[in-house]
């Protein structure tokens, strides 16, 4: 399944027209906010939002492989698709208590609008 990463500035600030939902609230920020955190994790192309930069900036983490390695769901390499394979409540819980963020959800759509805002120039 291949992921139209051309597009993805445009949807997740809701400018992609020719997607469902689209418009200043559509995209993937309301896809986000709307859908239940199992299929934002499937539908997401994690390893371009969980970057070490995202990571870095926003967690006391690495990666988003010592992110799950802390937490005990995995090991330091693993990639952002790892995430898809570990329990979403034990990860929820682990970004809740050692984060800034109150959920992986509030981390995904953070990761989200600062992939947005990186890609913004380019």
């Known amino acids: 399944m291949n992921f139209n990463l051309n597009n993805l500035k445009d949807m997740l600030t809701g400018k992609d027209g020719n997607k469902e939902g689209s418009g200043s609230s559509g995209g993937i920020m309301d896809m986000i906010s709307k859908l239940p955190l199992d299929q934002i994790i499937q539908k997401l192309p994690l390893d371009k939002l969980l970057t070490p930069e995202f990571m870095q900036k926003y967690t006391p983490f690495?990666?988003?492989?010592?992110?799950?390695?802390?937490?005990?769901?995995g090991t330091n390499t693993d990639s952002a698709d790892k995430v898809k394979?570990?329990?979403?409540?034990?990860?929820?819980?682990?970004?809740?208590?050692?984060?800034?963020?109150?959920?992986l959800q509030q981390m995904l759509q953070k990761a989200a609008e600062f992939y947005a805002a990186r890609k913004g120039g380019q």
Request: no cysteine.
């Open 62 to 73: 690495q990666s988003i492989g010592e992110l799950l390695q802390k937490a005990g769901l």
């Open 85 to 103: 394979e570990v329990p979403k409540d034990q990860l929820d819980t682990h970004v809740s208590q050692n984060t800034q963020f109150g959920s």
